[in-house]
C-alpha cells in the first residue's frame, strides 16, 4: 500500500502561481512513475504531469511552459509548480503513483484549485 497527502491548492487570480505537493508513504517501489490529474466539474480526469524515478518528465499540452512538476526521491514527495495560472487551470488536482507495469496505481485525495479572472 502507498499514502499520497496533497497540499498547496487554494484561489489565485489569473497569471498568479501556486506550488502543490505530494507526500507519499508505505511501500513505495524503488521504480516508479509520480505526478498529477486534475479534473474539472463534469470533465474526465485528466494527466497534467508526470515524472518517473529516473527522472523522465512529461507534460500537457496545456501547460507546458507554464508548469514545472519535480521530485525529491529521498523525501518521496513530487512538486508541480504552476505559473501563469489560467481560469482553464480551475481543477481537482490528484496526485498519483504507479510502479512498474501491471502494479496498482494509488490516488490522493486531491486538492482544490481555483484561478479566477
Known amino acids: 500500500q502507498v499514502q499520497l497527502v496533497e497540499s498547496g491548492g487554494g484561489s489565485v487570480q489569473a497569471g498568479g502561481s501556486l506550488r502543490l505537493s505530494c507526500v507519499a508513504s508505505g511501500s513505495i517501489p524503488s521504480r516508479n512513475t509520480m505526478g498529477w490529474y486534475r479534473q474539472a466539474p463534469g470533465k474526465q480526469r485528466d494527466l497534467v504531469a508526470s515524472?518517473?524515478?529516473?527522472?523522465?518528465?512529461s507534460y500537457a499540452d496545456s501547460v507546458k511552459g507554464r508548469f514545472t512538476i519535480s521530485r525529491d526521491n529521498a523525501k518521496n514527495t513530487v512538486y508541480l509548480q504552476m505559473n501563469s495560472l489560467e481560469p482553464e487551470d480551475t481543477a481537482v488536482y490528484y496526485c498519483?503513483?504507479?510502479?512498474?507495469?501491471?502494479?496498482?496505481?494509488?490516488w490522493g485525495q486531491g486538492t482544490q484549485v481555483t484561478v479566477s479572472s
Open positions: 498519483y503513483s504507479k510502479g512498474g507495469f501491471g502494479s496498482r496505481t494509488y
Open positions: 515524472i518517473a524515478s529516473g527522472g523522465s518528465i
